[in-house]
């Protein structure tokens, strides 16, 4: 089935394009987004049962966007009448003239854009709201009891859903696109004990679809059981550089933090990234290939145009260890005289638009897992990230681990270290990589935020890895 089209965007259609074609008679370019969806959340634990509606990814309303010849000004709003157009058009006017001390500091050549005309829909198995609260929750109860069931140890189990279906209108003079997706998250928490011992396991699921996803959850419970049970017998990591093989989850937060943010390149606008500086250069294993893009994989944070009305692209970012390119969103694009790659993402249209990631992986290589594992001769496999920290001025990583799995001679011996911090410098890290598996995994159960704020949906993955890592 296609995600439905949003009745609030369709009805209002053509008083956008009129406000649109208002600007357009003052100004060199103007364009209009318009946005509209819905998202909710739903939790069950021991501590009880939670349904919420949420707008964290978006909120109904749009965004109007100009360019006078030097700069760019925009106008935000919830509610839009023919009546209104006047007053928005003044608005912006008066906004303009406001900065007109600080054009030649931002001076921007406009935006060049095709003809363009299309209606594009997501598709899904199952939607959330079709299936309906009431079995939303009995479903994550069933899994929550079941899971729980499974170890007199467990002491809670804790399951969720959430999902957000959004709809967008892009109005230039040469672009008239709609699109219209709809996104789904799992995840399911364990909880164990012994004494005074407490521990917990976690597994997050995502989807670009819907509800079907609850099927995936409801076969892990036994896997998150073992794994939380295992963690009661885990010892402090011993600090030390070591051979390591990463799962597809540790190597896409690798992606992720190591790089991914490194080239994001509004930073490359404001000097505030290493990577401008090693473009061309090899900065990594000559086995790593790294991509970024809405058209890159099928995950959360694929669409069919961003919020600059740019197509969605799918950007090599390193070629067989080589920097060949960034990621942009259309303003820093042209200000440093680049292709923007459709990452312009906003949180909501209350927000301004910043170079974002997408869908951030390593490509696969040509490696079974059991031979990588059996080349260590002493080293840790590393599972289940969450969370990690970035430097892309410095390249610098900080990233936390839940579980260090000893590998001996080749073999794993079933002790388990955790936590564990893994640091290091990224191009040592990325140099390093001299194995990777040919599956490829994506997940997008997070956000990621623009330092503290400026949340959107990503997603990132790829192969098993072996690398070397300093790890705490």
Known sequence: MEVARSNYIVSNKPVFRKLQQALSEKYGYASVLACDGRQQNFSVSGSGTGISDGDMFGKRGFVARVHNGKAYAEYAGNEISEESIPEIVGIIEGKLASMADFWDRYDTPVLKEEKMEFIKCTEYEIHPEELGDEKIIAKLSELREKTKALDERIIDCMTRLSYQYYNKLFLSDNKDLEENVLWTNGSMVVLASRGEELKDAYKSF?????????????????????????????????????????????????????????????????????????????????????????????????????????????????????????????????????????????????????????????????????DMIASVKYGMLLQDPSSGMEDPKN???????????????????????SPCVLTGYVPDLLKSISMMSEKVELGGGGACGKGHKEWVKVSDGGPWIKAKIRLG
């Open 395 to 417: 390249w610098g990583i900080q990233c936390m681990v839940s579980i260090a799995r000893e590998i001996k001679d080749g073999k794993l011996t079933g002790r388990i270290f």
């Open 206 to 370: 995502s989807v670009l679809g819907g509800a079907e996803i609850m099927d995936e959850m409801e076969g892990y419970g036994p896997r998150l059981v073992k794994t939380c049970i295992e963690l009661l017998d885990s010892e402090p990591m011993i600090p030390g550089e070591y051979e390591c093989i990463c799962s597809p989850e540790t190597t896409g937060m690798i992606v992720h933090e190591a790089f991914g943010h490194g080239v994001e390149m509004d930073m490359f606008v404001k000097d505030r990234a290493l990577a401008k500086s090693y473009m061309g250069q090899q900065i990594a294993s000559e086995l790593v290939t790294m991509r970024d893009g809405a058209a890159s994989a099928k995950e959360v944070a694929s669409f069919f145009f961003d919020d600059e009305g740019v197509l969605a692209h799918d950007t090599l970012v390193i070629d067989h260890g080589k920097l060949v390119s960034g990621y942009a969103d259309a303003v820093s694009a042209a200000r440093l005289g680049v292709e923007a790659t459709g990452n312009g993402r906003r949180e909501s249209v209350e927000r301004k638009a910043y170079t974002r990631m997408t869908n951030t992986f390593f490509e696969g290589g040509t490696d079974k897992l059991e």
